[in-house]
């Protein structure tokens, strides 16, 4: 475990939410395409003479009623289809970075994925060059930075997923690294192992979910076959002692999504999360919203919903938003430079 600055232990207890909204955090798991809000998706329709099978915005919303993972991904897709052009996916991030910097994110990291719109006839090119130039304009238009992590499509073939990435290729400085998506159970990670070992040779960082609805077996496979950096949710690794020592060791940082944890059925109620018994095992978990616009909230929405229900702290907060920090691929004076802010914003409340 590591050691705390000695302020974090000294914070009075109603300091707690607005802290929790305050301090400065990155945001390392969230689908670009799931934060697509319904108001965005009928703008979006309209303007691109998409017709949509729902009356209205609350029709939509109303929709919004998931059991498991493939019940939210069928309906996920559905919103897609409303992206035709390179604005469409620069106006879909810049609504997302203007909700990271209302919520303090210094810096995030954006899953996308361009199987599903080049199944739609969309070119890799388009969704790329619009999300980057969101990117590329975040720190003077959002006081942010963001970059970019293509995921395959695990429902999807190998050789799908390698043709994804030579279609990626030519925009290769627009990403930063590659990810693992879309229907877990049935598709573990050791069917793409050859296309990371590819992404890897090219210099990609490596992330993947694994352990969402996932046994545990899915997330060794992700560090020992697929070598990622990261582990997406994780949380099923609860359920493996040895999994468990191995993360804490290891400091393999796990991006959970309580929220979507809990719209999707991964737990019952936010009160039985792992994520306390996660950071008091000496996990470096983050807090993230996955899909926000489906899932109920940004980011301090899942910060505050999930500290209303488990016995989590100032200590625990300081510690999620250091974990943030150190699972980004930020580099290390960008680093140093964020977690002063969060010290002097703990100090200041102490
Ligand atoms: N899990 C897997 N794939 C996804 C998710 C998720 O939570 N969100 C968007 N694609
Ligand atoms: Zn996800």
Redesign the pocket.
């Known amino acids: 475990m590591q050691t705390l600055p000695s302020f974090v232990h000294h914070i009075p207890t109603q300091c707690l939410s607005e802290l929790l909204q305050r301090m400065p955090k990155a945001e390392l798991h969230m689908?670009i395409?799931?934060s697509l809000e319904p108001e965005l998706i009928f703008a979006m329709a309209q303007r691109n003479k998409v017709a949509l099978p729902y009356r209205s915005v609350q029709a939509l919303r109303d929709a919004y009623v998931f059991d498991n993972?493939q019940s939210?991904?069928d309906i996920?897709h559905a919103g897609t289809l409303v992206l035709k052009t390179e604005q469409d996916f620069y106006d879909m991030a810049c609504a997302y970075l203007a909700r990271a910097q209302a919520d303090n994110v210094l810096h995030a990291e954006l899953?996308f994925d361009t199987q599903t719109h080049t199944g739609h006839g969309l070119s890799a090119e388009v969704v790329i060059k619009g999300l980057h130039r969101a990117c590329t304009d975040a720190p003077d238009r959002f006081g942010m930075t963001a970059s970019l992590i293509l995921?395959f499509l695990r429902h999807l073939s190998e050789a799908e997923a390698f043709e994804c990435l030579e279609q990626a290729l030519p925009l290769r400085d627009s990403i930063l690294g590659i990810g693992l998506?879309?229907?877990?159970v049935g598709h573990p990670p050791e069917k793409f192992a050859r296309v990371f070992a590819r992404a890897r040779a090219l210099g990609f960082r490596l992330v993947a979910?694994a352990g969402?609805e996932g046994p545990p077996a899915y997330i060794w496979s992700a560090l020992d076959v697929l070598k990622v950096e990261r582990v997406?949710?994780g949380v099923q690794a609860i359920h493996d002692a040895a999994l468990m020592q191995r993360l804490a060791l290891d400091r393999i940082p796990l991006t959970v999504?309580p929220l979507?944890n809990l719209k999707?059925c991964v737990y019952p109620s936010l009160a039985q999360h792992s994520l306390h018994r996660m950071l008091e095992a000496g996990i470096v978990a983050t807090v993230n919203s996955?899909?926000p616009a489906y899932f109920g909230g940004y980011l301090n929405e899942n910060f505050s919903q999930t500290f209303a229900a488990l016995p989590l702290s100032a200590v625990h907060a300081y510690q999620l938003a250091r974990n943030s920090f150190e699972a980004s691929f930020i580099s290390a004076p960008e680093r140093s430079a964020h977690v002063a802010r969060l010290d002097a914003l703990f100090e200041s409340f102490a």
């Open positions: 689908h395409e799931g993972l939210f991904l996920y899953f995921c998506a879309s229907s877990e979910h969402e997406d949710h999504c979507s999707l996955d899909d």
